[in-house]
Structures are given as C-alpha cells and as structure tokens.
C-alpha cells in the first residue's frame, strides 16, 4: 500500500513491527526481504514519486572542504539515488576488507567471504546476473576476441557488469504495492528519530511534511537507510536524548566521508591499430543479455609490495585521428605526433594501421578511475547553522582527500601505462601531476559512503558488524554510509548485498 | 654473442640513422649496406623515408632532451641503444636487416615498459630506449 503523508490526518501514529527509513536502494530491497510475511513494515520516503523541487531542495546544503554538489549528487524520491544510476556493478575486492598497516582505520569486522554469499542475489536484484567478474574465459568467448593477460604484475584484468540501469523505484514499486504486509508513506520527512532519555533505545519516527503535518511511526525495529550523506545527517539532528546525536556518544557520526575522486582528464591513451585492442576494453559488449566491459585493477601483491590504496581504471574510445585531421582541441597535436612517431611499435608496419583507411593515425581513449579514497576522520558530515524549510540545519559537507589519495593513483596511472605498452596497444599520457595536490576540477562519482562505518568497537565505528548503532537496542543502519573502507568498486552492488545480509540478521528478531 | 662497438664516429652516426630508420619508419624499406668509411648518399632523405612523419618524434626529443639535457650527444645516445640491443643479442653493425632489427628494438621496447624503465615525456610516459630514440632524431 501506497500513501501520502500530506493526505493522512494530521497527528497519525503508525504502527509496524519495521520502520524503514528511506526508498532507496537499501530500504526498498530490504522492504522487499520481508514482502509477503508476517512482518508489519512501513517504508518511509520523504518524496514522492517524481522529483519536486521543493522536495529536492531539501538536500541543499554547505561546503567546507572540496566543492561537492550535495543536492546534484543524490535523488530524493521513491527509488532515491538509483534514479539516476549509472548502473556500474562489481564487488570489492578481499583486500578491501583488510586491514592494511598502510591504511589508516582500514579493515572490516569481516571478510569477504562473509559477503560472498550475497552477491549473487544483489546481482539479480541490479539484473546483471550471473556476475561474471573474473571470468576471462566468457568474456572471450562472448566477444570472440582473445584477451592478452597482463605482463607487468601491476595490474589484473577484471570486469564490470552494467545494470539496465535498475531504477529501484520504477522497477519494485508494484511489488511492493502487493504486498498486504508493506506500507510505503511517501511525501514523509522524518525530522526526529526520537529514543529514550538515555538514547538507547528508538521509540519513534518523527515526521513531518512539507505542507505542515505532523505524524509518528512507532515500530520494533528501525533502519535508517537515506544514503551515505543524509544517514548521518539524521542522526546528528536527533539530538533530544543525546545532545550530539544519536549514536554519536564518540564523535564518529559523520567522520571519515569517503567518495571515488574523479578528474575531469585523468590522462589518454592513443592506439594505433584497434585489432590490438579488444572491443571490451574500450566499449560495452553485450552478451547472454547483459552488457560488460573489461576494466584494470591492480594485483594484491602490487598493492602490499607498493603500500598502495586500491584503484579500477576503465577506458572508452573518445575519437579518431586522421593524417588530415584538423581540430582546435589542444590535446589533438599531442595525440597525433605520438602516433605517428610511435607507429611501428603500435602497428608493427610502416603503412596506415588499416589499408582500407590510408590517412587513418589511430584513436584516442579517454579514462576513467574509480580510487579508493584512505579512510580520512577529518572528511566529514556535521550540521550547518542555515535551515531549510522544515526548519532543520542543513548539512555541511568538508570532504578532504589526501596526499595518499593522489600519490596512489599517479601510481596505478603509470601501471596502466607501463601494460599498454608492454602489451604493445598503446602510449599513455598522464594529465595527474605526481605533487600531492588535488586540482580544482576533482568531482565524486556520487558515491557517499563511510559517515556510519562499521566497526565492532564503538569507540572506532558507529554500528556493529551487524549494522546495528553501537548503544541503541533498535537501531541499525543500511548503506553505504557503513563501509569502513571504499574500495574501488561503485558501491551500489556491495550496498544491497549488505542489505540483503542484514535482512537475514532481522528476520529471527522480527519472527512473529 | 660479442658485438664490436664501431669506433669510428662517422660511421657510429650512420649506424644511428639506420637505427632510427628502421624503427620508426617500421618494417619495409631498404637494407642499408654500412661498411668502414662509407656514407649513404643523401641520409636526410633516407632517414626520412624510413622514419616516416618526423615531427612526431621531434616533438618528443625536444622535450626527452630538455628533461636530460647531458645527453644530447649522439654518441651518447648511440651507447645507450647499442647496449640494449646488444644485450637482446641485435648486430648493430653490417648488413642491416629492417625487419629483425626492428624487431629487436620492439623487444626492448616492450621489456622496459614491462620493467617500469620508463620516463615521463610531456607528461607521455615512454620507455627510456624509445624516448632516446626519439632524442637521437630530434639531432640527426
């Protein structure tokens, strides 16, 4: 069942056995978990069904750090932020769960085995399983083109998968209107989580609407499921019992903000003859009626012996360069006299790469990375003293990225360049100085993630290995926000295997 | 296999030349004939026919040779190539065959990328012999 919060009667109490907070990826695929049981769950949204700028501005809010589009980078809707997916799938990798001595508060409470389970069932939920991640072999099979293994020992070959993208509101939303034992509140903004006077325990969801209704949800259990952002947000508003936020009894609510710092121009790659290329490096290949594209990470012995973070590398083809090509890019010069002065290493012939096209030089490919950012305590969510119009302090955003950051990923740029030309495929050029500063033009992926990590000791994490907020009985936490660590992977295919396991950990505590 | 390092300067340059003819301009053209003493007729011409589309080498040896400026030295740069071709078992004397040597200095290519004996070139990130190659163009 669907309703509008702003056309319930003022004053409403509802009542159920799960309240989730937030229509997003997590909260939707958790709601989903309990479809058809006994479990009473009520879903809050704060939107609706479409996006309504008012709604929307509700994510404004202030920069302190590097400048981030805090309402650019996330939807608030029913389906959330997967609404303007881009629909990029891999799982992290095992070392991503480490704790490594070179990463600063690095390390999972568990493995990935702990995960793997539930990586199967997240890919069907996104629509791209099987996950085939490590298999060379299809993926060769698929394309009809073999693959050449990497020589240096710095990189590994893997793949991603590309969801359709699965727009999780638009796609389980009939689902979840099925369902006798689901109760979705749209247009419901929780202002308040409200707990007992020692902030331990969860009494309530405060809500209210943008139209001036007020209303209540009182449930056994709670999950906050909002996004790597406005988790944290929430919690440091719900501030009644606990002066500095619930869950914050050790200033970690917030902390170590974390995103996959993207640059505008990583580098390029030029490639004389594409039949030394596989398609799948450079495009998306369908097969079997999902689509994948082959993308470069760097080995685990690379990793340790360097003391590197992680870091996927991805390219696409951008353009083609002819013997007459005239363009007004200041790039384009650079890439044409590597071609042609690079051409017998690239082509293996003295003539054009293809006989069909005598003034063809070759292509450029453009870059893309997805870097892990080290866990940084001073990155970070807090309240900001404007209000927006549900009178509540905005969020403040100080997002800061370190000489780690940077060095690694100059790193695993010029591995990538040392395969290409190992492999004889292409020349690379590096546009990211080795000088430990960050440019102006560095953006996110709109990965928000690491504001409630988790850790088993709560003067080191926000929730438990369980995902439950360290100290409040009921509470627990889904999303991104609870990674530890980064990775190198999009977050969203990890996101909702965690959902899915934290689902299995709910269900004895909610069996009726 | 032992390789006599040509002592006489002239033919060290000519020896360059063909090197760098032969691996820029790629498999095909002619075999050069380098014998004590002789000279190709015309060498900008030849070179230029085997190098191919010379401007994009200069570029890069330009800014090889602004970056390591000590070894703007032909002969300097002779050595340099000389011993890794040596060393991949490449005659760098004598009858020249375009298609072998080439292939030699591909190998070396190839192995210094897979080593990391590599340099930033422009902000391209080249193997050193290949950038010493483009170096020893930019003087020819």
């Not at chain 1, 997003?24 to 006994?38: E, H, S, V, W, Y």
């Not at chain 1, 003295?350 to 950012?373: T, V, Y």
């Amino acid at each position: 069942m669907f309703s509008d919060a702003r056309r319930i009667p003022d004053g409403s109490r509802i009542t159920a056995d799960l309240a989730i907070v937030g229509g997003g990826p997590a909260g939707i695929t958790l709601a989903r978990a309990f479809a058809g049981g006994g479990t009473r769950v009520c879903l809050v949204e704060a939107g609706g069904q479409e996006p309504e700028p008012a709604v929307q501005g509700l994510y404004e809010g202030e920069n302190a750090g590097i400048p981030y589009p805090l309402a650019g980078s996330r939807l608030r809707f029913f389906g959330g932020s997967s609404n303007h997916w881009g629909g990029y799938c891999r799982p992290l990798d095992p070392i991503d769960f480490e704790r490594r001595d070179w990463v600063p508060h690095s390390g999972w409470p568990f493995g990935i085995e702990e995960l793997q389970p539930y990586y199967g069932p997240a890919s069907e939920i996104v629509e791209i399983a099987p996950g085939r991640f490590d298999d060379k072999a299809y993926w060769e099979r698929a394309t009809g083109q073999a693959a050449p293994d990497p020589v240096t020992g710095r990189m590994q070959l893997r793949y991603i998968h590309f969801s359709p993208p699965t727009h999780f509101g638009a796609r389980y939303r009939d689902e979840l209107k099925r369902a006798p034992n689901i109760r979705v509140l749209l247009h419901a903004n929780v202002v308040d989580i409200a707990s007992t006077a020692q902030g331990n325990r969860v009494t309530g969801l405060r809500i209210r609407t943008l139209t001036g209704l007020s209303h209540e949800v009182r449930a056994r259990v709670y999950v906050l499921a909002t996004g790597g952002l406005e988790n944290a947000r929430i919690l440091l508003l719900s501030n009644t019992s606990v002066p500095a936020g619930l869950g914050n009894q050790h200033d970690l609510v917030g902390r170590f903000f974390m995103e996959h710092p993207h640059l505008p121009a990583f580098g390029e790659i030029v490639v004389g003859d594409l039949a030394r290329l596989p398609h799948i490096y450079s495009r998306r290949v369908e097969a079997d009626g999902r689509s994948g594209s082959a993308v470069f990470n760097p080995t685990e012995r690379f990793l340790r012996e360097r003391r590197l973070l992680n870091a996927t590398l991805m390219m696409g083809e951008a353009g083609l360069y002819h013997s007459h090509t005239a363009s007004d890019w200041h790039k384009a010069p650079l890439h044409m006299d590597m071609l042609r002065a690079a051409r017998p290493f690239l082509t293996g012939r003295r003539g054009p790469a293809d006989p069909a096209q005598p003034g063809l030089l070759g292509r450029w490919l453009g870059l893309g990375c997805a870097c892990e950012q080290v866990p940084n305590p001073d990155s970070r969510v807090t309240l900001s003293s404007e209000r927006d119009a549900l009178g509540l302090r905005r969020i403040r955003l100080d997002w800061r990225l370190t000489e780690q950051d940077r060095r690694s990923l100059v790193e695993h740029m010029r591995s990538l360049a040392m395969e290409f030309g190992a492999l004889g495929i292409g020349r690379m050029r590096i546009d990211v100085q080795d000088d430990g500063q960050w440019p102006a033009e560095v953006t996110g992926g709109s990965h928000h993630m690491g504001t409630t990590r988790m850790h088993d000791d709560p003067r080191r994490g926000v929730v438990d290995r369980d995902c439950r907020v360290h100290g409040v009985d009921n509470l627990y936490v889904a999303g991104s926000s609870v990674f530890p660590t980064s990775g190198a992977a999009n977050p969203t295919l990890t996101l909702v295997a965690l959902t899915l396991r934290l689902a299995d950990h709910l269900k004895p505590r909610l069996r009726t | 296999m032992a390789v006599r390092t040509p002592t006489d300067p002239s033919r060290r340059r000519l020896l360059l030349r063909a090197l760098i003819g032969i691996a820029a301009g790629g498999l095909g053209g002619c075999a050069a004939t380098l014998s004590t003493g002789a000279a190709p007729d015309r060498p900008g011409q030849w070179l230029g026919a085997l190098v191919g589309d010379g401007a994009g080498m200069t570029r890069f040896g330009r800014a090889y040779l602004a970056q390591f400026p000590a070894e703007g030295d032909l002969d300097l740069l002779w050595a340099a190539l000389h011993g890794v071709l040596a060393r991949q078992g490449a005659e760098p004397s004598g009858t020249i065959d375009p298609e072998r040597a080439f292939g030699h200095l591909d190998r070396v290519v190839r192995d210094e990328y897979r080593r990391g004996v590599v340099v930033d070139v422009d902000g391209w990130l080249l193997s050193r012999s290949e950038a010493r190659l483009y170096a020893a163009a930019t003087l020819l």
